[in-house]
């Protein structure tokens, strides 16, 4: 009898993505792989993504700074309801404002990102529209890092980075709405220099630390 091997690394792809897929993502874009004009999220809901510029590698899309975003249709509703975002990003020359992700509406508090505050200060920043957020130092050298935003009860905010709590509960009131999802972009400019290997939105799920941790140990294999 013939034993068929898998090699090593794509064993331990198949079982991330199964492990990805057990814990049941809104939308999840592993795009390391998705290397088209526009594709169909790996989660199985069926969102739209069109990209403009973002070059796709190995690694995943390479953003310019410039003009390049990828938009996400239909965009998923959060509302107050408790949710998760997932990033494993590497950034480029920093610019004040550039924004790995931001969903919602541009009014206060209606409106959730990922962005870089100032190249000075180099904070990576989750928070809402003109409203309550959370900074880390140290994601801006031009390595690879996760981080997982939560929301929670419609009024605290959450930040996870590799793995570790930065700041839990914190207040914040949010009612996250459905005029745009845009990855490397806000809603009218603020694009994002670097590289974005995988994003995902959980809806009615508020990751814990131990969740994160999990999270940051099955997947930073792609990155390392």
């Known amino acids: ?13 198949l079982e991330t993505e199964r492990y990805i897929l057990s814990t049941l993502p809104t939308l999840w874009l592993p795009l390391h792989r998705l290397d ?14 069109t990209v403009t510029g973002a070059t796709w590698t190995p690694q995943g899309r390479s953003f310019d700074g410039t003009d390049d975003i990828i938009t996400v249709s239909p965009i998923p509703s959060i ?8 990033l494993w990003f590497k950034t480029g020359t920093l610019t004040a404002g550039m924004h790995a992700l931001k969903i919602g509406t541009a009014a206060v508090n209606n409106a959730v990102g990922l962005f870089v505050d100032d190249p000075d200060t180099a904070n990576f920043v ?8 959370i900074t880390k130092t140290g994601l801006t050298d031009g390595a ?26 914190t207040a914040a009131t949010y009612n996250i709405g459905t005029t745009f999802f845009r990855i490397g972009a806000h809603q009218s ?11 995902a939105l959980y809806i009615n799920r508020a990751f814990s630390s131990l969740d994160a941790q999990r999270n940051y140990l ?6 390392q």
Not at 189 to 197: I, N
Request: hydrophobic share 35%; aromatic share 10%.
């Open 36 to 49: 088209d004009s526009s594709f169909i999220s790996a989660d199985g809901s069926g969102h739209l993504c």
């Open 218 to 223: 099955a997947t930073k294999f792609r990155y």
């Open 126 to 133: 989750f928070g809402m529209h003109a409203g309550a957020s």
């Open 79 to 86: 509302g107050t309801n408790n949710f998760t975002i997932v």
């Open 144 to 169: 690879w890092h996760q981080v997982i935003g939560t929301g929670k009860d419609g009024n605290k905010i959450s930040l996870f980075a590799d793995g570790q709590v930065v700041a839990q509960d």
């Open 189 to 199: 400019g603020g694009y994002w220099r670097g590289l974005q290997g995988e994003v």
């Open 1 to 13: 009898m013939v034993t068929i091997r898998k090699p090593a690394g794509r064993l331990r792809e």
